[in-house]
């Protein structure tokens, strides 16, 4: 059974702080890793894909993949409260295996 | 880029009805699309992956005969939900891929209430 799992949270930070969500994976032949963001009531929405080992860098999102410890994380820096929302972690294997996810809270 | 529209956005009907909800990749070809479903609270529930002419592949515990799916084209799957009831009133999700490592891009849903 392929697992992918993130703290629940909630995960709450200060306006302008960094936001750091972090995934481990039990598949170690994934390939393809992605961060989705939905909203209360929203659908999901794509942040980050990353493929290889190493950083990843979009605006104030940074992903951060690490194979060897099946570890896959976001950072989101500059936080602002509309980054309010729950954060998924995905990972491909065929179809999408999701995470739980973690909601982050930005407070103002 | 990478847009997908789905419609209606909001369907209220009677028990019984059918409800057909599209699915539509505007700016790529999908090879591959997908049906959620996900309730108040919780988790994205996978119900069926399509393939462009091919029957979709449904997950364990989704009645295929209850749920239609169709994907005619690399743009454009449905979702029929057949004779509903009021346990199937949930938000229903699409999504399409380009490509077997691609992302998946998700449509804005569509909110059921069956009475």
């Known amino acids: 059974q392929k697992e992918v799992e993130q703290n629940s949270g909630p995960l709450s930070v200060p306006e302008g702080a960094i936001a750091s969500l972090n995934c481990t994976y039990s598949?170690?032949?994934?390939?393809?890793f992605f961060w989705y963001r939905q909203y209360s009531g929203k659908s999901p929405e794509l942040i980050m894909f990353?493929?290889?080992?190493g950083d990843k860098e979009d605006g104030r999102f940074t992903a951060q993949l690490n194979k060897a410890s099946q570890y896959v994380s976001l950072l989101i820096r500059d936080s602002q409260p509309s980054d309010s929302a729950t954060y998924l972690c995905?990972?491909?294997?065929?179809?999408?295996?999701f995470g739980q996810g973690t909601e982050l809270s930005v407070k103002p | 880029g990478a847009v997908v529209s789905q419609h209606p956005s909001w369907v209220i009907c009677k028990s019984g009805t059918s409800v057909k909800i599209e699915c539509r990749s505007l700016d790529f070809q999908a090879t591959t699309m997908f049906w959620y479903r996900q309730f108040p609270k919780q988790s994205l529930m996978l119900m069926a992956t399509?393939?462009?002419?091919?029957?979709?592949?449904?997950e364990q515990g989704v009645e295929k005969d209850k749920f239609l799916i169709n994907h005619a084209s690399l743009t454009l799957s449905t979702l029929t939900v057949t004779s509903a009831h009021p346990e199937d009133s949930s938000f229903y999700i699409c999504?399409?891929?380009?490509?077997?490592?691609?992302?998946?891009?998700f449509g804005d849903g569509t909110r059921l209430s069956i009475l």
């Open positions: 399509s393939n462009e002419g091919s029957k979709a592949t449904y």
């Open positions: 995905a990972v491909s294997g065929g179809k999408l295996i």
């Open positions: 999504s399409a891929r380009a490509g077997s490592e691609q992302p998946q891009h």
């Open positions: 598949d170690r032949g994934s390939q393809s």
């Open positions: 990353i493929y290889s080992n």
